[in-house]
Nanobody, 117 residues
Framework: EVQLVESGGGLVQPGGSLRVSCAAS????????MSWARQALGKGLEWVSA???????YYADSMKGRFTISRDNAKNTVYLQMNSLKPEDTAVYYC???????????WGQGTQVTVSS
């Protein structure tokens, strides 16, 4: 079955950096679009970034210049490098996969990122 497992979350100080990872299995990763979204406490789900199967990347405006999405098809893993972190980046970060010929996403369980001094 499709599985997405996020890791790498934790506590980081404002201005710091963190890289979260999403290990994928159960589908053809290289042919699938991957994305990250986040949910802060008491807030709705917010789209963060996406990387298509052809390598094209997209970012929400508030993340441009600070976050970088990448993928390693050999490892079936998508990453989100987060720099210049702010307290408002505190959220559970989820990865999602859009498989070929499917119009919906599969989601992981999320990893908590806390930005605080």
């Amino acid at each position: 079955e499709v599985q997405l497992v996020e890791s790498g979350g934790g506590l980081v100080q404002p201005g710091g950096s963190l890289r979260v990872s999403c290990a994928a299995s159960g589908f053809t990763f290289s042919s699938s679009h991957m994305s990250w979204a986040r949910q802060a406490l008491g807030k709705g789900l917010e789209w963060v970034s996406a990387i298509y199967s052809n390598g094209s990347t997209y970012y929400a405006d508030s993340m441009k210049g600070r976050f970088t999405i990448s993928r390693d098809n050999a490892k079936n893993t998508v990453y989100l490098q987060m720099n210049s972190l702010k307290p408002e980046d505190t959220a559970v970060y989820y990865c999602a996969a859009r498989l070929p010929s499917e119009g919906y996403d599969y989601w992981g369980q999320g990893t908590q990122v806390t930005v605080s001094s």
